[in-house]
């Protein structure tokens, strides 16, 4: 028994090479990552029905109770049987796919076994199907409440072997055949196969743990490159501004050229190929115009499929990525590369990251040279309604949260990009329909609540139907905001927001309540009237929006301030269902995303 278990070392050695080697591949990495669809499920029935092949065939045949040195079995023996690691694979793969892909898994390696022969056959087969379809059950049962550790995966691996080993018993004649088979190969196989499980799961645990750190270097890199631009984008689309951005961001990446156009020509190309690759008026690549038509990302593999029309043309690979002002295409940013295996995911996803944040720039740049233009103090005043301070805390949680959490970060990234694209997109409307108002106020939150969790919990009611009713932008948030900001200050309580949509005959009316400290009878009167001197603010949002629902609506909106000390505040807007004159607005203001 001592002597069986070194040679069933060396057979988890061999499976466990296997999967080091396949796990360097992208289409590995790509099934253990991925949501698992049809696809992804087959994939690893097949791959994991492959491992228990192999485990089959490079097991150690026992005959009358000794282990005989074996390379490769294909045949066993009537009398024989095999010590091998056929249930590690089938665990593991059933562990990640689940109950179904578990079946298909044991039915592959067990069908196997079963026509190898030997006297165990078919209580193998039969113990490798259900080995299948419990770890898978286990698994999914596990990743419902927490992720699997290596931990779990062994004591599911060594339950599957001691499983095998009772139904050895239950099923093989005659009895004490089967009984001194165990006792030879029982606690070997029990305890190599919960070795090979602990190794298989520290490899899968690493292939995690780098791509969390690709994440972590990928959003670092793309933060540092969109500071670096930053001062040229503001500039806008331009050829000396574009030829700053390209020269950074080809020292920057892995990419042989960085080209920059706009809707018109290219505006700036360094890098390889740049002798035809000039700036110019229109395209040299249909590669190009295709995106700009389409608004989507776009790759290239091969000189034929850029479309140069250049024959010596070094570039092999590209992506070309839009470039989107206000969900339009105005340019495009295009990494290329001269071998194709450069055109890594990693530098695809780090590109995706930076068309983003380059977008994100255009449209400041945009409605900041707006706002030179704009004559409309009010307007000017809600552009510059967003704090420093919000800006800067929501940066600083975010880079924390790229070591800690990086899928955590990269989601408040996209929030906090969506709350100043709301920000600027209602800087230029009169009227926008509620449920961007109401994603804005998200966004806004999202971020908030990143850095205070569990201080205060907001409550959203809405009424069906309402979700596109026209209301001014900038309503909603600042109120919520004065909440947060106001109503639960040096309090230790949790406090409670609550944020309701409902309409009546003519009217649609939005409150926004919070369990606060309230206000002093004195500022009651006149807060929204007027500004009024606090530590924390000076309460010109609430008279702002007071001025502008006066305008818009001609007194027919009303603003209400009700609140009591120790039990909180309700602010109340109505707003006219149908205003005479609404639709003047449609055509030429209204936010039209």
């Given at each position: 028994m001592i002597n069986l278990i070194p040679l069933m070392i060396e057979r988890v050695g061999v499976i466990l090479i296997v999967v080091f080697l396949l796990s360097q591949s992208k289409s590995f990495r790509r099934i253990i990552h991925k949501d698992q669809g049809a696809a992804e499920k087959l994939m690893l029935i097949a791959l994991f029905g492959l491992f228990g092949v192999i485990s089959n065939y490079t097991g150690i045949q026992i005959h009358a109770n000794s282990a005989a040195e074996n390379s490769w079995l294909i045949g066993i023996e009537p009398d024989s049987a095999i010590a091998n690691t056929r249930i590690m694979g089938i665990a593991i793969g059933s562990l990640l796919g689940g109950p179904l892909v578990?079946?298909?898994?044991?039915?592959?390696?067990?069908?196997?076994?079963?026509?190898?022969?030997?006297?165990?056959?078919?209580?193998?087969?039969?113990?490798?199907?259900l080995a299948g379809g419990a770890a898978g059950w286990f698994g999914m049962i596990r990743r419902k409440k927490t992720p699997i550790t290596p931990t779990f995966a062994v004591g599911i691996g060594m339950l599957m072997e001691v499983t095998q080993m009772g139904i050895i018993l239950l099923v093989t004649r005659p009895f004490e055949l089967a009984w001194d088979l165990v006792k030879v190969i029982g606690i070997p196989m029990v305890a190599v196969n919960g070795l090979g499980m602990l190794l298989f799961m520290l490899i899968i645990q690493f292939i995690f743990r780098e791509q969390e750190r690709t994440k972590v270097l990928q959003t670092s890199k793309a933060f540092y490159i969109a500071?670096?631009?930053?001062?040229?984008?503001?500039?806008?689309?331009?050829?000396?501004?574009?030829?700053?951005?390209?020269?950074?961001?080809?020292?920057?990446?892995?990419?042989?050229?960085?080209?920059?156009?706009?809707?018109?020509?290219?505006?700036?190309?360094?890098?390889?190929?740049?002798?035809?690759?000039?700036?110019?008026?229109?395209?040299?690549?249909?590669?190009?115009?295709?995106?700009?038509?389409?608004?989507?990302?776009?790759?290239?593999?091969?000189?034929?499929?850029?479309?140069?029309?250049?024959?010596?043309?070094?570039?092999?690979?590209?992506?070309?990525?839009?470039?989107?002002?206000?969900?339009?295409?105005?340019?495009?940013?295009?990494?290329?590369?001269?071998?194709?295996?450069?055109?890594?995911?990693?530098?695809?996803?780090?590109?995706?990251?930076?068309?983003?944040?380059?977008?994100?720039?255009?449209?400041?740049?945009?409605?900041?040279?707006?706002?030179?233009?704009?004559?409309?103090?009010?307007?000017?005043?809600l552009q510059a309604q967003v704090h420093p301070h919000f800006l800067f805390n929501a940066i600083n949680t975010i880079s924390v949260l790229c070591r800690t959490n990086p899928e955590k970060a990269r989601k408040l990234l996209l929030e906090l990009s969506q709350f100043f694209r709301s920000n600027l997109q209602g800087a230029r409307q009169i009227l926008i329909p509620l449920d961007k108002e109401m994603e804005h106020v998200k966004a806004y939150l999202s971020l908030e609540q990143a850095r205070f969790p569990d201080r205060y919990e907001v409550i959203f009611e809405m009424e069906p139907g309402l979700e596109k009713s026209f209301v001014p932008p900038f309503i909603l948030q600042p109120l919520v905001e004065n909440s947060i900001r106001h109503a639960f200050a040096r309090s230790n309580s949790k406090g409670k927001v609550t944020v309701k949509v409902f309409s009546d005959e003519s009217f649609v009316n939005i409150t926004v309540s919070d369990n606060g400290k309230g206000i002093p009878p004195e500022k009651l009167d006149v807060l929204g009237k007027e500004a009024v001197e606090s530590r924390l603010g000076t309460g010109t949002a609430l008279v702002n929006i007071r001025e502008r629902l006066t305008g818009i609506y001609n007194k027919e909106a009303l603003f209400e301030i009700k609140s009591k000390e120790g039990k909180g505040t309700t602010i109340s807007i109505s707003i006219p269902l149908e205003k005479k004159g609404a639709y003047d607005y449609h055509d030429d203001s209204i936010y039209s995303g």
């Open positions: 578990g079946l298909g898994i044991g039915l592959i390696a067990g069908v196997h076994r079963f026509f190898l022969g030997g006297f165990t056959a078919a209580a193998c087969a039969i113990s490798a199907i500071d670096r631009t930053l001062p040229f984008f503001r500039q806008g689309l331009n050829p000396e501004s574009c030829r700053e951005v390209a020269d950074i961001m080809l020292q920057l990446t892995d990419a042989d050229a960085i080209a920059i156009t706009d809707s018109e020509g290219v505006l700036a190309h360094v890098g390889a190929a740049s002798d035809h690759h000039v700036p110019t008026k229109g395209f040299s690549t249909e590669l190009t115009k295709k995106v700009l038509r389409e608004g989507r990302v776009l790759t290239a593999r091969s000189r034929e499929e850029i479309l140069c029309r250049h024959e010596p043309c070094p570039l092999r690979a590209a992506v070309v990525l839009p470039l989107m002002v206000h969900n339009k295409t105005v340019g495009t940013l295009k990494l290329y590369f001269n071998n194709p295996g450069d055109l890594t995911e990693g530098e695809k996803e780090l590109a995706e990251g930076l068309a983003n944040l380059f977008s994100t720039q255009l449209e400041l740049a945009e409605a900041e040279q707006q706002s030179k233009l704009l004559k409309n103090a009010e307007i000017k005043a």
